[in-house]
């Protein structure tokens, strides 16, 4: 896998930092997860109110949810400048099927060995708003391993590394709009937003459209995970039905006997049951195109 792909596919915000020893924690000092539970519930009750008052639904995460606490240090403030597309697209690179091997979306076969953890397939449909398919579709996937570690140097999670597993895979969109990976389930990890705080196993996907410039990121997690309730990234989309758009289900027939458990999720770009995306580049009108 060419090297730049794996550095890009590895990005993501809310990797661990360096370990710090348990016994430098002070309660009396640190946000506990009560903390930031009592916070997250609040703003839950103010929405459940906002709907019973006729406000519409937010389908959409708030940038400057509090409960993250990077979130009010990076979302954008001010009004977004609009660059040149066709200037940029001279620079960027082009995808199609000659560039993408249809071994890239078996993360588990990647090495000599295999990987540690329980194999699953992820599959579903990338669609639009009316519910066509979109074909064609450059789709990547990065993920931590089975302990929750990620293959990055600002992970410091104290997690082991699996030397048969990098975590990452790409594959192109079939003419249904399908879509198909097969990976190791990945595990929950920490990441200090709090004390004690742990994210949700998940999975990163990536999509980039017809066009370079219309790439969007989003997350898959997994049905029944303990941690949702918790966690201030997922819960930074306030309203349920949204929320759930990002679980994936289990599916039986897509279960490979005796080998993998299958996961069916789908993509749905435009409309108002869009999966939520990371670079909500139109705010609140993005919703409508």
Known sequence: MPQEYTA???????????????????????????????????????????????????????LDYAPYRSSILRHPTKSLHHADPETIELYSPAFGHQDVHALESDLTIQHNGEPQGERIIVAGRVLDGDGRPVAG???????????????????????PLDPNFTGVGRCITGDDGSYSFTTIKPGAYPWKNHLNAWRPAHIHFSMFGSEFTQRIVTQMYFPGDQ?????????????????????????????????????????ILTGSKRTWTENEAYGDAGDEE
């Open 227 to 267: 941690l949702f309730p918790l966690d201030p990234i997922y819960q930074s989309i306030v309203d349920q039905d949204a929320r759930d758009r990002l679980v994936a289900q289990y599916d039986h027939e897509l279960t490979s006997p005796e080998w993998a458990l299958g996961y069916k999720w789908d993509i």
């Open 137 to 159: 579709q450059l789709v990547e996937i990065w993920q931590a391993n089975a302990s929750g570690r990620y293959i990055h140097k600002r992970d410091q999670h104290p997690a």
């Open 8 to 62: 890009q596919a590895l990005e993501t915000e809310e990797l661990v930092p360096p370990a710090e020893p348990h016994a430098a924690h002070d309660a009396k000092k640190v946000e506990t997860q009560a903390d930031l539970s009592a916070e997250i519930n609040g703003i839950k009750d103010r929405y459940t109110q906002s709907l019973k008052d006729g406000k519409a639904a937010e389908t959409m995460p708030r």
